[in-house]
C-alpha cells in the first residue's frame, strides 16, 4: 500500500522552491542506506565529507535516546551505532527540519509555538513507543516531528490564503485542532488538498517511506484506536498511526490545549489502542522531560523549563483524582 502525492502539490511545491534538497553527502548517504547490500564503511567514508551534517549524527549516536550509552566519536562508530535505517531516516528529517523556518511567523502562526508542539509531540512519540512499539521509535520520531510541517510551508507559501484560513479555524474550534490551527478537513474544504498532502510531497525527495503520509492521515481521523480510520492499513502503519494519535494527546495535556478532559482522554486512548492502562502509561512518560531536553539539545530548539512536563502530567493526575472524589 502506498501514498499518492498530490501532482498539484508537488508542481506548486517546486515552483515556490519549497521542496527540500539534500546536500551532496546527505544524498548519497540516502542512497547508500537503502542498499540490501548497505556497506558501513562506504557509508561512514561518505558521511564524513558532510562536516555538519557529521556533527549532528554524532551527537544522535552519543545521546541516551538514539545511541548506545557511550560517546560516538567517528562516523563509523555512529553508523555502527545507529544502523542504516536510523541513520536514513535522521538524515531526512534533518534535512527537512533545516529547510523549515524555526523563528518568526505567517499567516497568523508563530513558528516558536510550532516548534515547541512539535519537539514535545517527537518526545513523547518516541518514549510512547519505546514501550508500546519498539520496532517503530524512529519512524514515531520522524512523524511526530513533522505532522505539522505543512503548515510551516502553507502559512510561508500561500501566506494571504492560509491567513484567511487560520483566522476562520481561531473563529470556529470545530474547524480547529488543538493549537488553533486549520484541520486538515477545513484545508480540504478551502484549498482542494491539505497539510499532509504537502508533508508527502516534502518527504518524497529525502526517500522517506511513502507510507508515511498513510499514517499521518490516520492518526489525525477521529478513530484511531484499533479499528475505524486506521483499520484498513498494514499492522505496522495501524500501530504507528495509534503511537502517533496517543502522542498528540499527551502533548495536548502537557501543554494545557486539551482541556480539563485531557488526561482521560489519553488514558482512553491508550487503553483502547493498545490495551494500556494508566500505570503503565505513566511509566512510558516517566522520562518525558529528560527526554524533550535532550531532544530539544540535539536540535537546537528551546527547552521546556526544567521539571514543566513533570509538573503538568503530576497535576493533571490530581485533577482526576480530585473530579473522581466530587463524582463519588
Known amino acids: 500500500m502506498t501514498s499518492s502525492i498530490d501532482p498539484r502539490v508537488q508542481a506548486w511545491l517546486a515552483r515556490a522552491g519549497a521542496l527540500p534538497a539534500p546536500t551532496a553527502a546527505a544524498g548519497e548517504v540516502l542512497r547508500l542506506c537503502q542498499r540490501d547490500d548497505a556497506n558501513p564503511d562506504e557509508i561512514a567514508a561518505v558521511l564524513a565529507r558532510d562536516a555538519t551534517l557529521t556533527g549532528r549524527v554524532l551527537a544522535f549516536a552519543s545521546s541516551r535516546a538514539f545511541g548506545a550509552g557511550g560517546p560516538a566519536r567517528t562516523p563509523a562508530r555512529a553508523v555502527h551505532v545507529l544502523g542504516t535505517k536510523t541513520l536514513r531516516l535522521l538524515t531526512s528529517t534533518l534535512t527537512l527540519f533545516d529547510a523549515l523556518p524555526h523563528t518568526g511567523g505567517a499567516a497568523g502562526l508563530e513558528f516558536e509555538a510550532h516548534w515547541r508542539h512539535a519537539l514535545l509531540a517527537a518526545a513523547s512519540a518516541r518514549a510512547l513507543a519505546a514501550r ?15 505532522a505539522r510541517s505543512g503548515q510551516l510551508v502553507l502559512a510561508c507559501h500561500r501566506t494571504h490564503e492560509y491567513a484567511a484560513l487560520v483566522e476562520e479555524a481561531r473563529r470556529g474550534p470545530a474547524a480547529s485542532d488543538g493549537l488553533a490551527t486549520p484541520a486538515a478537513e477545513l ?22 517511506p511513502r507510507v508515511f503520509a498513510l499514517a499521518l492521515r490516520a492518526a489525525r481521523a477521529p478513530s484511531s484506536g484499533a479499528s475505524g480510520a486506521s483499520g484498513d492499513l498494514p499492522a505496522e502503519l495501524t ?90
Not at 508500546?132 to 513533522?146: I, R, Y
Not at 512518560?285 to 513533570?310: C, K, N, R, Y
Open 132 to 146: 508500546l512499539a519498539p520496532a517503530l521509535q524512529d519512524e514515531a520520531f520522524v512523524l511526530a516531528l513533522h
Open 187 to 208: 484545508e480540504q474544504a478551502r484549498l482542494g488538498f491539505d497539510h499532509v498532502d504537502v508533508a508527502d510531497a516534502l518527504f518524497a525527495p529525502l526517500e522517506l
Open 239 to 328: 500501530l504507528l498511526a495509534q503511537v502517533l494519535a496517543l502522542a498528540e494527546r499527551v502533548t495536548e495535556l502537557v501543554t494545557g490545549t486539551g482541556g480539563t478532559n485531557a488526561l482521560a482522554r489519553a488514558q482512553e486512548q491508550a487503553r483502547r489502542a493498545f490495551e494500556c492502562e494508566a500505570s503503565e502509561l505513566d511509566l512510558a512518560l516517566a522520562s518525558l522531560d529528560d527526554d524533550a531536553h535532550e531532544l530539544a539539545e540535539l536540535l537546537g530548539l528551546p527547552a521546556p523549563a526544567p521539571g514543566e512536563l513533570t509538573r503538568a502530567l503530576a497535576a493533571a493526575r490530581d485533577a482526576g483524582r480530585g473530579r473522581g472524589s466530587s463524582a463519588a
